[in-house]
């Protein structure tokens, strides 16, 4: 490669660095990373989120989605992830693209390191899978850290492996850590000391912990704390046929194309290219991982790894198999730098490598100009929005134009839509949303107007208790009138009036008069995890109408304070605790690396 070239000059190298910062900084500030998830889930509630930052509030409660979600507990927010001070800085879709360019930055450097080859570095960043995850703000992470696993693997450094790992849980992909897990294990097994294991373990749960603790706060309430459905799990295996695709190319399509049954695939290409067919032929660590890797990315497609699924519910609580395909590339590349340092036909690899993969790459990329997404924020709109655009009659990037033309969920919420029946898709919504989910689905029409047509805050003139969530739905579904509302228990109501509602930030503050203790009804989803306060002493809660938050007010007139999670300070600590040992693990792995000798063989040796 280029950059291998001792006979290139110094001016030269820096120029091409300098070409590709510009055009990352000029794709940044004018482009947007537009496709799935970082449309309808990862971009709306970064923009959410920094306006929490800004307020100098972590972001605990998403107004927006299905009548509010827990935002900082759902670990794909990656609300604790480092790269969300950009978004004090820098407008809110530079520093979401910047989160894309930078983690393509320290995948290719991750690698370089690990392979000691600018070829295997320029390979696996533009190889399907590293430009298919383009399309996932969590993903990308993993792409990036993935690599760094490794190498601290082969080094034998706890840091780094803390380090990696931490980040890993911090951007919210159990089948990542499981897969690196594995991957790691099979590298490291015999080689790194089991203090060294409890460390990293140790330095990567300490990074996690502030995940770990707004998590905790809504674990049992969320849907994805229960056993999946096999459907479920298994969706997204990797089809056999596709394996041929990671040497001869993108056989259904990739994203310029209209339509098309690619838009099922969680990754719309996973190219790699031919030379990964003899790099497959020699003795190495690496082709066990990534055997290994295909097992459980075929998913579905295994009879054995079904079958586990159908009968141990305690592992459908992850799903999407073939992300197990990501870390069989990076396992892979490794084989192709080993393969390519060896070869006689460096040049005609490199033709025969790169230009397919360039070509590959600029179809697959999912990036498009940012102005078609730009949306005027307005005043909060409660809404609900059904989608009407069948998308597979047309290109990608005209679909989503489309889409955001239409307020769809979530996006629609940079714009102040919030919407009142959506689901999130990672099964953070509470399990009694799921219930009003299914019967709305079921033709129920009375969910929607609850959310999105009672006051933000009333006294009902009325309460009955159902026995079970069942009856409660069936109760709700009954009574038509706004003033009777179904407890999830016997709660008296008595005579009141809000004098005032306001939000402000992630805090809501209503204002009441009661001449006794009363039932006030709050249109946020219901979780045992918010926090209601009145002169600092803490106020009862109990569900409403199913999945709505009511509260036992007491006698007088009194102001409520509401804000959602009630571990703060121990979150803002771990926060501090985490951010602290990150940098130390930066430093550290920085001067280690610095006064790291060269041994004879060090660049060579393959592991077997």
């Given at each position: 490669m280029l950059l291998d070239n001792p006979r290139v000059s110094t001016g030269v190298r820096t120029a091409l660095a300098a070409v590709i910062v510009s055009a990352a900084v000029l794709a940044s500030v004018y482009g947007f990373f537009f496709y799935r998830d970082n449309f309808s889930t990862h971009y709306p509630i970064k923009v959410l989120s920094a306006e929490a930052f800004r307020s100098a509030e972590i972001p605990y409660w998403n107004f927006a989605d299905a009548g509010g979600q827990p935002l900082a507990g759902n670990p794909n927010t990656l609300t604790f992830y480092p790269d969300n001070i950009l978004y004090l800085i820098l407008p809110a879709h530079v520093a979401f693209n910047l989160h894309f360019f930078l983690h393509l930055a320290l995948a290719f450097f991750a690698m370089r390191a690990l392979t000691k080859s600018d070829f295997a570095a320029s390979v696996y960043v533009l190889s399907g899978i590293v430009v298919s995850a383009t399309a996932f703000y969590n993903l990308i992470v993993a792409v990036a850290v993935i690599p760094l696993a490794f190498l601290a693997?082969?080094?034998?450094?706890?840091?780094?492996?803390?380090?990696s790992f931490g980040l890993l849980a911090l951007a919210g992909e159990p089948v990542m850590i499981v897969g690196a897990t594995i991957a790691v294990g099979i590298l490291a097994i015999d080689r790194m000391r089991i203090r060294d294991f409890a460390l990293a373990i140790v330095i990567s749960l300490v990074i996690a912990a502030p995940q770990l603790v707004a998590?905790?706060?809504?674990?049992?309430?969320?849907?994805?704390?229960?056993?999946?459905?096999?459907?479920?799990?298994?969706?997204?295996?990797?089809?056999?046929?596709?394996?041929?695709?990671?040497?001869?190319?993108?056989?259904?399509?990739?994203?310029?194309?209209?339509?098309?049954?690619?838009?099922?695939?969680?990754?719309?290409?996973?190219?790699?290219?031919?030379?990964?067919?003899?790099?497959?032929?020699?003795?190495?660590?690496?082709?066990?991982?990534?055997?290994?890797?295909?097992?459980?990315?075929?998913?579905?497609?295994?009879?054995?790894?079904?079958?586990?699924?159908?009968?141990?519910?305690?592992?459908?609580?992850?799903?999407?198999?073939?992300?197990?395909?990501?870390?069989?590339?990076?396992?892979?590349?490794?084989?192709?730098?080993?393969y390519f340092r060896e070869t006689p036909w460096k040049r005609a690899w490199l033709l025969i490598t790169i230009l397919p993969l360039v070509l590959t790459a600029w179809r697959a990329l999912p990036i498009d100009r940012f102005e078609p997404y730009r949306v005027t924020k307005g005043a909060p709109r409660r809404v609900y929005v059904a989608s009407v655009i069948n998308a597979t009659e047309m290109p990608a990037r005209t679909e989503y134009r489309l889409r955001a033309q239409a307020d769809e969920p979530l996006f629609g919420a940079t714009g102040g839509l919030r919407y009142v029946i959506n689901p999130s898709p990672e099964g953070m919504h509470a399990l009694r949303s799921r219930m009003v989910l299914e019967?709305?689905?079921?033709?129920?029409?009375?969910?929607?107007?609850?959310?999105?047509?009672?006051?933000?805050?009333?006294?009902?003139?009325?309460?009955?208790?159902?026995?079970?969530?069942?009856?409660?739905?069936?109760?709700?579904?009954?009574?038509?009138?706004?003033?009777?509302?179904?407890?999830?228990?016997?709660?008296?109501?008595g005579p009141a009036r809000v004098l005032r509602y306001s939000e402000h930030g992630q805090r809501i503050t209503i204002d009441v008069d009661a001449p006794r203790p009363a039932l006030l009804f709050v249109n946020q989803t219901y979780f045992t995890a918010w926090d209601v306060r009145a002169a600092g002493r803490p106020l009862d809660t109990v569900a409403l109408d199913v999945d709505r938050l009511g509260i036992i007010v007491p006698a007088g007139t009194t102001r409520i304070d509401l804000r959602f999670g009630r571990r703060h300070a121990a979150g803002a600590i771990a926060w501090i605790v985490s951010s602290l040992l990150l940098l130390a693990c930066l430093v550290q792995s920085r001067d280690r690396r610095a006064g790291e000798v060269k041994r004879a063989g060090d660049q060579d040796r393959p592991l077997v």
């Open positions: 693997a082969e080094r034998r450094r706890p840091a780094l492996l803390g380090l998590y905790s706060e809504i674990a049992s309430e969320v849907e994805r704390s229960v056993a999946m459905s096999s459907r479920t799990v298994l969706n997204a295996s990797l089809h056999p046929v596709r394996v041929v695709e990671v040497f001869a190319g993108p056989i259904i399509g990739v994203l310029n194309d209209a339509g098309g049954p690619f838009r099922a695939r969680l990754f719309s290409t996973i190219f790699l290219g031919l030379i990964a067919v003899p790099a497959l032929f020699r003795r190495s660590r690496y082709v066990a991982i990534a055997a290994v890797m295909l097992f459980f990315a075929l998913g579905r497609y295994n009879p054995i790894i079904a079958a586990i699924v159908d009968h141990v519910s305690a592992v459908r609580i992850v799903r999407f198999p073939e992300k197990f395909a990501l870390p069989m590339i990076v396992a892979l590349v490794v084989l192709v730098a080993m019967r709305f689905q079921r033709g129920r029409q009375r969910y929607a107007a609850i959310a999105a047509n009672l006051p933000a805050a009333f006294f009902p003139s009325r309460s009955v208790a159902g026995r079970d969530i069942y009856e409660e739905a069936s109760l709700t579904e009954a009574f038509a009138n706004n003033e009777t509302v179904i407890t999830s228990r016997s709660v008296a109501v």
